[in-house]
């Protein structure tokens, strides 16, 4: 009776652990999902001109005016498309999230430096541990109608998640330069882990943020 008493008190630890390891388990997060790349580099590399390329994002707040919402710029790091037949191939691009800034305070330092300041930080984008975002074509479809003649297909990362978004583009091959100018897209941020929310009384930050890509790549030499 002893020796099963024992052994009964042995398990329970066990138990107690196993209990420990599959909640942890069922409460983790789902990080990443993505398409599957179909996208091919069998053509031309062309490099991103990053001089001339750029995110452009805007935030929304409800329960205030428009003018209280603000837009701005993300540069890129780096880059490249491949282009066969003069049509597109593939693309990554990679911005710099320490880059971020916000274009509708940049007559205001104070402001400017405070707002740019948050978004980097913890609540938002954290840059210092995230400094990169991107964004990989995996599929390109032409369009034959509308204001777009191409949708990309790809996977967007954000603070190391990575979620599938589709852009209509135009894109444009001429004398040596890849141009790429995507619809402006509303996402989800607190897809991406960007889940704060300032008091009711400043303002309810939205969760869509609009994301548009204007890229242009010079052909590798």
């Known amino acids: 009776m002893k020796m099963k008493k024992r052994l009964f008190l042995l398990a329970i630890p066990t138990f107690l652990i196993t209990a420990v390891t599959i909640s942890c388990n069922k409460e983790k997060p789902l990080a990443s999902e993505s398409n599957e790349i179909t996208t091919t580099k069998d053509g031309h590399q062309f490099i991103l001109d990053t001089l001339n390329s750029r995110v452009e994002w805007k935030g929304y707040k409800i329960l205030k005016s428009e003018n209280t919402s603000h837009f701005g710029t993300i540069k890129f790091e780096s880059g490249d498309v491949t282009i066969k037949d003069e049509k597109l191939e593939s693309g990554k691009f990679v911005a710099d999230m320490n880059s971020l800034t916000s274009v509708d305070l940049k007559d205001d330092a104070d402001q400017l430096e405070k707002l740019n300041g948050h978004l980097k930080s913890g609540d938002f984008f954290e840059v210092e541990k995230f400094p990169t975002a991107s964004y990989e074509i995996t599929k390109i479809t032409p369009l034959a109608e509308g204001d777009y003649n191409t949708l990309l297909d790809g996977n967007l990362t954000i603070k190391g998640i990575t979620k599938p978004i589709a852009f209509k583009a135009n894109v ?15 996402i989800q ?14 303002g309810v930050i939205k969760d869509e943020v609009t994301l548009q890509i204007n890229v242009k790549a010079l052909e590798k030499k």
Do not use: L, M
Request: no cysteine.
């Open 172 to 186: 444009s091959v001429k004398d040596g330069v890849v141009s790429i100018a995507t619809e402006p897209k509303d």
């Open 189 to 202: 941020r607190e897809e991406f882990g960007i889940k704060f929310q300032a008091p009711v009384e400043n």
